[in-house]
């Protein structure tokens, strides 16, 4: 079993940056992808980010060049570093792990950007 937490979310201006975090716990197989999802409201929930266990990278138009997804292996800790927020970006960010057993779901954090 696999347990995450997000941490990390709150009001922000427009323009502003803001970093998630997602700390994993429990049986962490060596080989996983994490990812970041999002859900706005009255949207369906949306994956935008995500990592392999090596690092390599990949993001949904809407946020390439302004997020980046990184991970921690030693730390089992993904990060999301989030600049040039817009009001579209306002969502519960949810981190998940996918390894060969089963697919984790953290609780997920707010993110509202206004002005």
């Known amino acids: 079993q696999v347990q995450l937490v997000e941490s990390g979310g709150g009001l922000v201006q427009p323009g502003g940056y803001l970093t998630l975090s997602c700390a994993a716990s429990?049986?962490?197989?060596?080989?996983?992808?994490m990812s970041w999802y999002r859900q706005a409201p009255g949207s369906q929930r949306e994956l935008i980010a995500s990592?392999?266990?090596?690092?390599?990278?990949h993001y949904v138009d809407a946020v390439e060049g302004r997020f980046t997804v990184s991970r921690d292996n030693a730390q089992n800790t993904m990060y999301l570093q989030m600049t040039g927020l817009t009001p579209e970006d306002t969502a519960v960010y949810y981190c998940?792990?996918?390894?060969?057993?089963?697919?984790?779901w953290g609780q997920g954090t707010q993110v509202t950007v206004s002005s």
């Open positions: 429990g049986s962490i197989r060596s080989s996983s992808v």
């Open positions: 990592i392999t266990s090596t690092g390599d990278a």
């Open positions: 998940t792990l996918v390894d060969l057993i089963a697919a984790y």
